[in-house]
C-alpha cells in the first residue's frame, strides 16, 4: 500500500492552534500563497509534511529572533520598529512580549490604532496568557489616545512613566512596554507625533524601561519615507520586519 496517498490532511482550525494563530491569518496565509493547501470542496486542507515544513521554517525564525533581541540592549532602550503588514506587526509584539516573560520584567502595552480588546485577542491568539497576566499586575494595557486627547503629548507619556514607576515599586527590575503608533496618532499631527517620540525618549532616559514602538508601513512612498527617517531620529535602535525577516540598526546620533 503506498502511504502517500494516505498523507494526513489538517483543517484550518486544526493549523491555527498548532500554529498559535487565528484561523482568519491562516486563511490570508492560503489566499497569499504564504501557506499552501488543497481545496476539497469549499474547504481548505494543509498536508502534514507543508505543516513540518514551515514549523521547521518558524523554528529557524525563532532563533534568528532570539539572536535580534541579545544584540539590542533590552535592559534600557527605546527601540522603533518598521513593519509591513498587521500579522507582522502583532506577532513581533507578541514576540517581544514573551521575551519580556521570560526575564520576569512587567508588561505594558500602550494603545493608539488599537483598541484594548483587540489587543487581549492577538496576543491572546499568539500564545500569551493576557487574562492571567492582567489580573495578576503583570501585564497593563492603557488607552494612550484618550490619555492624548485629554492630557496632550505629556499625557501619553506620563501614562509610561506611571507604570514604569509602579513596575518598580512591585519589585520588578525592568518594564517592558510597547506602543505601537501610528503616522495618524496624535489627531493626525506628525509634528505631534514627533515631539510625543521624542518626549517619550527623555523620559525614558531616566527609567529601567525597554520600549518598542512598533509603526505599520503598508507603502514606502517618499512621503512616508521621510517620515520614517523623522521617526528613526528618535530611536536608540530601529528594527525592519518583514514577514518575520528582521534587520536591527543602532541609531548613535541619538544617544
Not at 516573560?101 to 496576543?123: M, N
Not at 519615507?225 to 525577516?245: C, P, R, V, W, Y
Amino acid at each position: 500500500m503506498n502511504d502517500k496517498l494516505y498523507t494526513k490532511l489538517y483543517t484550518v482550525d486544526e493549523i491555527a492552534v498548532i500554529l498559535r494563530t487565528t484561523p482568519n491569518t491562516i486563511y490570508r496565509w492560503l489566499r497569499a500563497g504564504k501557506l499552501s493547501g488543497v481545496k476539497l470542496g469549499k474547504e481548505w486542507r494543509i498536508k502534514k509534511e507543508t505543516l513540518a515544513s514551515l514549523l521547521t521554517e518558524s523554528n529557524t525564525a525563532t532563533k534568528r529572533k532570539q539572536g535580534l533581541w541579545e544584540k539590542v540592549d533590552f535592559h534600557h532602550n527605546h527601540v522603533l520598529a518598521i513593519t509591513r503588514s498587521h500579522d507582522s506587526l502583532h506577532n513581533l509584539e507578541a514576540e517581544f512580549f514573551k521575551e519580556g516573560l521570560a526575564k520576569r520584567y512587567r508588561l505594558f502595552k500602550g494603545c493608539w490604532w488599537q483598541h484594548p480588546d483587540d489587543v487581549r485577542t492577538e496576543l491572546a491568539a499568539r500564545g500569551l496568557p493576557v487574562e492571567e497576566l492582567e489580573s495578576n499586575n503583570c501585564l497593563t494595557i492603557v488607552n494612550l489616545t484618550e490619555q492624548y486627547n485629554i492630557f496632550g503629548v505629556r499625557g501619553a507619556v506620563n501614562s509610561w512613566a506611571e507604570e514604569a514607576t509602579r513596575s518598580a515599586q512591585m519589585g520588578y527590575h525592568t518594564m517592558w512596554g510597547s506602543g505601537s503608533p501610528h503616522v495618524s496618532s496624535c489627531g493626525g499631527q506628525f509634528a505631534e507625533l514627533i515631539e510625543f517620540e521624542r518626549t517619550l525618549d527623555r523620559a525614558l532616559d531616566k527609567l529601567p524601561v525597554v520600549g518598542i514602538c512598533p509603526y505599520l508601513f503598508a507603502d514606502m512612498t517618499d512621503h512616508y519615507f521621510a517620515q520614517i527617517i523623522a521617526l528613526m531620529n528618535e530611536h536608540k535602535s530601529i528594527i525592519f520586519n518583514h514577514n518575520g525577516t528582521e534587520s536591527l540598526f543602532q541609531n548613535e546620533f541619538a544617544f
